[in-house]
Every structure is written in C-alpha cells, then in structure tokens.
C-alpha cells in the first residue's frame, strides 16, 4: 500500500513558477514509477509528465514538454513537478500517482493516487 501527498500547488500569474511535491509512504518507493496528471473542471484527466523507478525512462506531455520537469527523490520518498512559463491552460488538479516500476499515460493504469492539489493561473 502506499499513500501519496502532494503540495506547492496555488494562484499564480501567467509567466509565473510553481513547484509542486509529492511524498509517499511506504519502503518500496524507488519501485514505483511516479507520474503527475491534471484535470480541468468538465474535462478528463490527461497525463502531465513521468519518470520509471530507478534511473528510467522520462515522458512528458506535449502541452508541457519543455516547461515542465519531473524528479525524484528516492531516499525522501518525494517526486516534483517544476512548472516553469504557466500558461491560463495549465489550470487544473493536479494528481500526483504510483504504478509498480514502469510509467504510462493511462490515468488506468495506476494503482495509487493523492488527493491533489489545486493550480490556477490567472492573467
């Protein structure tokens, strides 16, 4: 089981930065792959960024690609999202979430979410 947090999200302008964290429980963390997905009121959730457990593979989506960074933390249990050049667009939830080893963009595939965290980005 691993229970996931995430925080950093809030009202920012257009332009602006914002780091968001995400801390897990459990012993197993490096294990995991660790994605970040978003979703806009009316809208599905869609895929943000990934990392696969170890030194893996990363995935971005185009929306963000060049804007965004996802790291990891290992020995504190931690994943980032670095949001640099927020657009209106990029208002959302944001969802922090696990899957055993390897990353997809599929909101399906993944055993563990957080709660979210809220990011709006105004003009």
């Known amino acids: 089981q691993v229970q996931l947090a995430e925080s950093g999200g809030g009202l920012v302008q257009a332009g602006d930065s914002l780091r968001l964290s995400c801390v897990a429980s459990g012993r197993t963390f490096s294990s995991y792959a660790m994605a970040w997905f978003r979703q806009a009121p009316g809208k599905e959730r869609e895929f943000v960024a990934s990392m696969d457990w170890g030194l893996g593979n990363i995935y971005y989506a185009d929306s963000v690609e060049g804007r965004f960074t996802i790291s990891r933390d290992d020995p504190k249990n931690t994943v980032y999202l670095q949001m640099n050049s927020l657009k209106l667009e990029d208002t959302a939830t944001y969802y922090c979430?696990?899957?055993?080893?390897?990353?997809?963009?599929?909101?399906?595939?993944?055993?563990?979410w957080g709660q979210g965290t809220q990011v709006t980005v105004s003009l």
């Open positions: 979430a696990a899957n055993r080893y390897y990353s997809k963009t599929s909101p399906a595939a993944y055993d563990y």
